[in-house]
């Protein structure tokens, strides 16, 4: 039977939570995707594990939601856009809302949007492992969900429950994740 885990996306709204859940679920890319209302909930089967995704809403209405969505989430994916520097700089706020609601949570952070040219970028320093994607071009999306399961399977392989997860990543089932960095 598969392992059932609770994955959350969470970020600004406008970085592309919705897009990165469309491409992965449905295959598919819209330029004029509706903002998120609330919470959308997708489930996919990858390898023997079950992922329940849940894909929440950014504007600022909903925020107060969120905290209820964040309970039992085995993974916080924090979604910034690649091109918005207010969206990174807001990265640690998420990861405290995270990290004041979770124990020993598994943060994964996403800079999206990679494809848009013309613009500058910010690149962010964190303490927790970092991809960058496109939901558009579908650059490291399939990667991003493979580093996911990768985490789960080496944070239940160590049943270690204080690990650090850049210390996870610097094992040798990492070792060929160059996509999949700590900075
Ligand atoms: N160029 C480019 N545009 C993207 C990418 N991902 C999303 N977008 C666009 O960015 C906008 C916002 O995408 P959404 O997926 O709705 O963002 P969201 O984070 O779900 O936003 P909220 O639901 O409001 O929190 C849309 O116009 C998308 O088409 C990407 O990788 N590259
Ligand atoms: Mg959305």
Redo the contacts with the bound molecule.
């Keep these: 039977m598969s392992k059932i885990n609770k994955i959350i996306l969470l970020?600004d709204?406008?970085?592309?939570?919705?897009?990165i859940v469309n491409r992965k679920v449905y295959s598919k890319?819209?330029?004029?995707?509706q903002?998120?209302v609330g919470v959308a909930y997708n489930n996919i089967k990858l390898d023997d594990y079950s992922l329940n995704l849940w894909?929440t809403?950014?504007?600022e209405r909903f925020k107060s939601i969120i905290p209820i969505y964040l309970k039992g989430a085995d993974v916080c994916v924090i979604?910034y856009d690649l091109t918005n520097k207010e969206s990174m700089e807001n990265v640690n706020d998420w990861i405290d809302q995270v990290i004041n609601l979770i124990t020993n949570p598994i943060i994964i952070i996403v800079g999206?949007?990679i494809?848009?040219e013309n613009k500058p970028k910010f690149y962010i320093q964190s303490d927790y492992p970092i991809i960058y994607?496109?939901?558009?071009t579908n650059y490291n999306i399939d990667k991003l969900f493979l580093s996911i399961i990768s985490l789960l399977k080496e944070k239940e392989t160590n049943k270690k429950t204080n690990i650090n997860i850049c210390d996870l990543i610097k094992l040798d089932s990492f070792k060929n994740f160059d996509w999949f960095k700590c900075y």
């Design positions: 970020g709204s406008n970085t592309g939570k919705s897009s890319f819209e330029h004029s995707i903002s998120s894909d809403a950014g504007q979604v999206n949007k494809d848009v994607t496109s939901a558009k």
